[in-house]
């Protein structure tokens, strides 16, 4: 089955406690993404990447950092979390930039 | 940066009427606007897209219409169902630089 796969699903931690979130495709597309979504602000882009060591930043990337080592993976990485990184994150990837985004089932964090 | 504006913020509808949720964006840039669908609990799932060389797009009761000049774009749900009722989110990404920029959502309550 065709999907975007993200982990953990839920995640408490403590303030400046690195985390990771991974995001595992299988439809070898070129794009992925991560976006986090909080009320009345719809979902916002972090950073994307076009392909394998091709990263960028999106709308809102301070305080994360990400990798694209592989095709498929493309994980997300809070060095040092805080307060204001609790959020709902998704994880999505398309054949290639503006098309169809594919998202994961999301990522709900919550840092104490 | 792109900055897309979305209304209304909620929207309730009696079973069978029409909604209408509509888009305005910034950067004449922009050529690609999805729009996507996410129930309670749920991912974002695509449900029409449209590209700037085209006006007009439908799919069974769902149609989506831009206007370039005045730079917006709408979503049109005719006949509405309770299985409408969900969250309504407006996007628009450009093929050169591959961000996407959401709108801030659309709460439709469709009334049995």
Not at chain 2, 50 to 70: C, F, H, P, Y
Not at chain 2, 93 to 100: G, I, M, P, T, Y
Request: proline share 5%; glycine share 6%.
């Amino acid at each position: 089955e065709a999907q975007v796969t993200q982990n953990p699903r839920y995640l408490i931690t403590v303030t400046g406690k690195k985390l990771t979130v991974t995001c595992s495709q299988n439809m070898n597309h070129e794009y992925m993404s991560w976006y986090r979504q909080d009320p009345g602000l719809g979902l916002r882009q972090i950073y994307y990447s076009m392909n394998v060591e091709v990263t960028d930043k999106g709308d809102v990337p301070e305080g994360y950092k990400v990798s694209r080592k592989e095709k498929r993976n493309f994980p997300l990485i809070l060095e040092s979390p805080s307060p204001n990184q609790t959020s709902l994150y998704f994880c999505a990837s398309s054949l290639f930039g503006a098309n169809v985004l594919t998202f994961g089932a999301g990522s709900r964090l919550t840092v104490l | 940066g792109e900055n897309v504006e979305q209304h209304p913020s909620t929207l309730s509808v009696q079973e069978g009427d029409s909604a209408v949720i509509k888009c305005t964006y910034s950067d004449s840039a922009s050529n690609y606007f999805p729009w996507y669908k996410q129930e309670l609990g749920k991912r974002p799932q695509l449900i029409i897209d449209i590209r700037s060389n085209v006006g007009e797009k439908k799919d069974q009761r769902i149609a989506v219409t831009l206007n370039k000049t005045a730079k917006h774009f709408s979503l049109h749900i005719t006949e509405t169902q309770p299985e409408d009722s969900a969250v309504y989110f407006c996007a628009a990404s450009e093929d050169n630089f591959n961000k996407f920029y959401f709108g801030s959502g659309t709460k439709l309550n469709v009334k049995p």
